[in-house]
């Protein structure tokens, strides 16, 4: 037995080594701590208002946010994650007043979020492994370790992927140009391409859905005042969610009365208010701010 | 607890830990392995214990008996008794609703309308596994072929066993049972095999099976909504699905058995390379077949009966029953009868082909493994569908024009684009292993080559199990339904 031992140890030196390079150099691992800053601030300062929701909601950030206002929407987040957040919420912060949760279409696609992971201490912290992703703390624990993370696995591979399909060359090329510099056509090639990825597979995670259905209950138990609300995009973006998809989500959405339901999809036309296809830049997100402000009352600035 | 869990790690570290320090202690082991077999299983749910704890001493007051009776009506007394309790069992958890709702739609066809009590009845998992096993103990002692045995702890542990608990190999009394009655002791080598076997069996699930799987259950779940060239790489996924997932299964339990010092039997001899339907049988779930050969085929008669079509209905009974063993669902009947006029097709085929020998040898080789691989793969369509409607617009698709539509895209749609090219990979590791060890007790044979290349391959074998392991969590073995 000894000798297999010693035949396995190279092995095991190796595969740690690796491991705590990784987790030390990945940009995976930069992400998850400063998605766990954000939250950890958020359990801090336990604003009166938070946003829930994918990078889109996310952009709220180019404000000079009030104190009373929670950024907890991350990009890439799904449903999933937006519920597990109002369980860390429903423990930390007893004096949330609103909650903004997208209700994006494409919130409902059946992607699986990359960030899953990244809420596993809260997971633990919270004693409730089972209920959201049917882990046990011994997976939620094993998950630290980056090779034996599912997640940071997909994302590795898929940047192996991306750096050979681009021959060596690891970054997009688009994302240095300026929205407004690019041609009509251009937006609306990207903005197309880019909406058929994000609206793949709409309303068809039963799961997903109940864990919405949850998620809002939950906040209506507490009497946590829940405003749905859709950030303004490229209307070629928004074009590839199907006619039959939106009316579903529409519908699901008007059945689970929301306290109100904001939706400014097409509420910003102007190439000067987008970052790009699907997201705001500062002026975008000001001018936003003003009609957020003036459907609620609530004001986002400091 | 699944074997491709971190939790089964842990439970394994912990029980070969106390058996590796008891090896000089028969009863601790058996006590250890009793245990630890029941912790195993009440990892589930609990409460089906009950069901292995009836079988279990049922088969032993039962075995005792005959073998003590020589009455011979006695004796056929009592292994009814037995078989009525095993399939008693197995009838009512598994296919109960399926024989009600069958009988309902029956009578329907002659008018008669009738609300069915139809049942919601949990299926234990794995209760086809052992109750078959237990069944051959009193069928074998009643046959004269084996003793029964004398020690309730060991005979308990031989049906509770917990590495081909759940989904086999089946294991026959002589053959495991003897292994329960002497000590176990260390075996370096044994230990070593077993664990390379186990990481065989672990690639063959989470590399081949689950990420074939990702792709087969999208394709078979919304099936309407592909082409029928999507449909094809839907149902060969499948074919590599349910190979890496029930062989990986056994290849980890014969591992884990073979580090404790146990021998289990081989269950898969790479049935994709069989040339024939025969063949596959002999090379696929070999412990059921043979099962069915010792249990149903020889009892009609097999092949030792006058009349060439008694010996043909007995093969159809056989393949059918064995289809009707997986699941109370039409479907796996069908698959079973498919499998049967497959074999009668082939060995007409195979005799007129014997008589024209124009090819050379090796070509009709390929050929029949491909013929085969085709015959086996179009069979699994019947397993996979939902239901027989559902197999069959699947089938309709597939025969459409829409075969020649390019797959490509619609695979993008499905996932992450560099899967699809991790499956191959890994298939093609997969081949090249099964085709230069076709014959050997597993495929991953690497023992005669020199150290270097034997230390690149098992490299090689942990770099595809971390990193091509597909990455939508510990999934079930599919065979655990059975």
């Given at each position: 037995?000894?000798s297999?031992?010693?035949k396995?140890?190279p092995?095991l030196?190796?595969?740690f080594?690796?491991?705590?390079?990784?987790?030390?150099?990945?940009?995976?691992?930069?992400?998850?701590?400063?998605?766990?800053?954000?939250?950890?601030s958020?359990?801090?300062?336990?604003?009166?208002?938070?946003?829930?929701?994918?990078?889109h909601?996310e952009?709220?950030?180019?404000l000079?946010l009030?104190?009373?206002?929670?950024?907890?929407a991350?990009?890439?987040?799904g449903?999933?994650e937006m519920?597990i957040?109002?369980?860390?919420?429903?423990?930390?912060?007893p004096e949330l007043?609103y909650?903004?949760?997208?209700?994006?279409?494409?919130?409902?696609?059946n992607s699986i979020?990359?960030?899953?992971?990244?809420?596993?201490?809260y997971?633990?912290k919270?004693n409730n492994?089972k209920?959201?992703y049917n882990k046990?703390?011994?997976n939620?624990?094993?998950e630290?370790i980056?090779l034996?993370?599912?997640n940071?696995?997909?994302y590795?591979?898929?940047?192996?992927?991306?750096i050979?399909?681009?021959g060596g060359?690891?970054?997009?090329?688009?994302?240095?140009?300026k929205?407004?510099?690019?041609?009509?056509?251009?937006?609306e090639k990207?903005?197309?391409?880019?909406?058929?990825?994000?609206?793949?597979g709409?309303?068809t995670?039963?799961e997903d859905l109940?864990?919405?259905?949850?998620?809002?209950?939950?906040?209506?138990?507490?009497n946590?005042?829940v405003?749905?609300?859709?950030?303004?995009?490229n209307?070629h973006?928004?074009?590839?969610?199907n006619k039959?998809?939106l009316d579903?989500?529409?519908?699901?959405?008007?059945e689970?009365?929301?306290?109100?339901?904001l939706?400014?999809?097409?509420?910003l036309?102007?190439?000067?208010?987008?970052e790009?296809?699907?997201h705001?830049?500062?002026?975008?997100?000001?001018?936003?701010s003003?009609?957020?402000?003036?459907?609620?009352?609530i004001d986002l600035?400091? | 607890?699944?074997?491709?869990s971190f939790?089964?790690?842990?439970f394994?570290?912990?029980?070969?830990?106390?058996?590796?320090?008891?090896y000089?202690n028969?009863k601790f082991?058996?006590?250890?392995l009793?245990?630890?077999?029941?912790?195993?299983?009440?990892?589930?749910?609990?409460r089906?214990l009950s069901?292995?704890?009836?079988?279990?001493v049922s088969?032993?007051i039962?075995?005792?008996?005959?073998?003590?009776n020589s009455n011979?009506?006695?004796?056929?007394?009592?292994l009814i008794?037995s078989?009525?309790?095993?399939?008693?069992?197995l009838?009512f958890?598994?296919?109960y609703?399926f024989?009600?709702e069958?009988?309902?739609?029956?009578i329907?066809?002659f008018?008669?309308?009738?609300?069915?009590?139809?049942?919601?009845?949990?299926?234990?998992?794995?209760?086809?596994?052992?109750?078959?096993?237990t069944m051959?103990?009193?069928?074998?002692?009643?046959?004269?072929?084996m003793n029964?045995?004398?020690n309730?702890l060991?005979?308990m542990?031989f049906?509770?066993?917990?590495?081909?608990?759940v989904?086999?190999?089946?294991?026959?009394a002589?053959?495991?049972?003897?292994?329960?009655?002497?000590?176990?002791?260390?075996d370096?080598?044994?230990?070593?095999e077993?664990a390379k076997?186990?990481l065989?069996?672990?690639?063959k699930?989470?590399?081949?099976?689950d990420n074939c799987a990702?792709?087969?259950n999208q394709?078979?779940e919304?099936s309407?909504s592909?082409p029928g060239?999507?449909?094809v790489?839907?149902?060969?996924?499948?074919a590599f699905q349910?190979y890496?997932?029930?062989?990986?299964?056994?290849?980890i339990?014969?591992g884990i058995?073979?580090?404790?010092?146990i021998?289990?039997?081989?269950?898969?001899?790479?049935p994709?390379?069989?040339?024939?339907?025969?063949?596959?049988?002999?090379?696929?779930h070999?412990?059921?077949?043979?099962?069915f050969?010792?249990?149903v085929?020889i009892?009609?008669g097999?092949?030792?009966v006058?009349?060439?079509?008694?010996?043909?209905l007995n093969?159809?009974?056989?393949?059918?029953?064995?289809?009707?063993?997986?699941?109370?669902?039409?479907?796996f009947?069908?698959w079973?009868a498919?499998?049967?006029?497959f074999?009668?097709?082939?060995?007409?085929?195979?005799?007129?082909?014997?008589?024209?020998k124009i090819?050379?040898?090796?070509?009709?080789?390929?050929?029949?493994?491909?013929?085969?691989?085709?015959?086996v793969?179009?069979?699994?369509?019947f397993f996979?569908a939902?239901?027989?409607?559902?197999?069959?617009?699947?089938?309709?698709?597939i025969?459409?024009?829409?075969?020649?539509?390019?797959?490509?895209?619609?695979?993008k749609e499905?996932?992450?684009?560099?899967?699809?090219?991790?499956?191959v990979?890994?298939l093609i590791?997969?081949?090249v292993f099964?085709i230069?060890n076709?014959?050997a007790?597993?495929?991953?044979q690497?023992g005669h080559?020199?150290?270097?290349?034997?230390?690149?391959i098992?490299?090689s074998?942990?770099?595809?199990?971390?990193?091509?392991?597909?990455?939508?969590?510990?999934?079930?073995?599919?065979?655990f339904?059975?």
């Amino acid at each position: 037995m000894k000798s297999i031992l010693i035949k396995a140890t190279p092995f095991l030196i190796v595969f740690f080594t690796i491991n705590f390079f990784v987790y030390k150099t990945s940009p995976f691992y930069k992400q998850e701590s400063k998605y766990s800053n954000r939250i950890d601030s958020i359990i801090n300062s336990k604003p009166k208002v938070v946003f829930l929701g994918d990078s889109h909601s996310e952009s709220i950030k180019l404000l000079n946010l009030s104190e009373n206002i929670g950024n907890l929407a991350f990009g890439a987040d799904g449903i999933k994650e937006m519920y597990i957040k109002t369980l860390i919420l429903k423990k930390y912060n007893p004096e949330l007043k609103y909650v903004f949760i997208s209700t994006e279409p494409q919130m409902f696609n059946n992607s699986i979020s990359s960030n899953s992971t990244f809420l596993n201490k809260y997971l633990l912290k919270l004693n409730n492994s089972k209920e959201i992703y049917n882990k046990s703390k011994l997976n939620l624990i094993t998950e630290k370790i980056p090779l034996l993370n599912d997640n940071y696995l997909r994302y590795f591979l898929n940047n192996i992927y991306s750096i050979i399909r681009n021959g060596g060359n690891k970054s997009d090329n688009n994302t240095s140009i300026k929205w407004t510099d690019i041609s009509s056509s251009e937006k609306e090639k990207i903005a197309s391409s880019t909406g058929i990825t994000d609206h793949n597979g709409i309303m068809t995670r039963d799961e997903d859905l109940e864990i919405y259905k949850k998620l809002v209950n939950n906040l209506k138990l507490r009497n946590v005042k829940v405003i749905g609300v859709r950030f303004p995009v490229n209307e070629h973006y928004l074009k590839q969610c199907n006619k039959e998809d939106l009316d579903k989500v529409n519908l699901f959405i008007n059945e689970l009365n929301l306290d109100q339901n904001l939706d400014y999809s097409l509420s910003l036309n102007s190439a000067t208010y987008f970052e790009n296809e699907d997201h705001l830049n500062k002026t975008g997100m000001e001018e936003l701010s003003k009609l957020i402000y003036k459907d609620t009352g609530i004001d986002l600035n400091k | 607890m699944l074997f491709n869990s971190f939790e089964f790690v842990v439970f394994f570290v912990i029980v070969f830990s106390l058996y590796y320090k008891s090896y000089n202690n028969l009863k601790f082991q058996n006590t250890l392995l009793l245990i630890s077999s029941y912790v195993f299983y009440g990892w589930w749910d609990w409460r089906f214990l009950s069901l292995i704890l009836i079988s279990s001493v049922s088969d032993y007051i039962i075995g005792k008996a005959i073998d003590e009776n020589s009455n011979k009506i006695q004796r056929k007394r009592l292994l009814i008794l037995s078989l009525f309790i095993n399939l008693g069992i197995l009838g009512f958890f598994k296919y109960y609703n399926f024989f009600t709702e069958s009988f309902t739609d029956f009578i329907a066809l002659f008018g008669f309308e009738s609300n069915p009590l139809l049942l919601k009845i949990v299926l234990p998992v794995g209760i086809s596994f052992y109750t078959f096993q237990t069944m051959s103990y009193t069928i074998d002692i009643y046959r004269g072929k084996m003793n029964s045995n004398k020690n309730l702890l060991q005979f308990m542990t031989f049906v509770s066993f917990f590495p081909q608990l759940v989904a086999g190999p089946i294991e026959r009394a002589s053959h495991l049972l003897p292994q329960f009655n002497k000590k176990r002791k260390f075996d370096v080598f044994e230990f070593k095999e077993g664990a390379k076997q186990a990481l065989w069996g672990l690639f063959k699930k989470i590399v081949i099976a689950d990420n074939c799987a990702f792709y087969a259950n999208q394709i078979f779940e919304n099936s309407d909504s592909y082409p029928g060239s999507v449909l094809v790489i839907g149902v060969i996924f499948f074919a590599f699905q349910i190979y890496g997932d029930f062989s990986g299964y056994s290849d980890i339990a014969i591992g884990i058995s073979r580090m404790m010092g146990i021998d289990l039997m081989q269950n898969f001899k790479s049935p994709y390379l069989a040339e024939n339907i025969q063949d596959f049988w002999r090379r696929w779930h070999i412990s059921l077949s043979t099962w069915f050969r010792d249990y149903v085929y020889i009892p009609l008669g097999g092949s030792k009966v006058d009349s060439s079509l008694r010996r043909s209905l007995n093969i159809i009974i056989t393949f059918t029953v064995s289809g009707f063993w997986h699941g109370a669902n039409w479907t796996f009947i069908i698959w079973g009868a498919l499998h049967s006029l497959f074999y009668f097709i082939q060995t007409a085929y195979s005799k007129n082909l014997n008589t024209v020998k124009i090819l050379p040898a090796s070509l009709v080789k390929v050929f029949n493994i491909t013929i085969t691989f085709i015959a086996v793969t179009f069979a699994w369509i019947f397993f996979r569908a939902e239901s027989f409607t559902h197999a069959i617009s699947y089938i309709s698709e597939i025969a459409s024009s829409t075969i020649l539509v390019n797959p490509l895209s619609y695979f993008k749609e499905m996932g992450s684009s560099i899967q699809p090219i991790i499956i191959v990979i890994s298939l093609i590791y997969l081949s090249v292993f099964e085709i230069a060890n076709r014959n050997a007790s597993y495929s991953f044979q690497v023992g005669h080559y020199r150290t270097p290349v034997k230390t690149l391959i098992y490299c090689s074998l942990l770099l595809l199990l971390i990193f091509f392991r597909a990455t939508n969590g510990a999934q079930e073995f599919i065979y655990f339904q059975f």
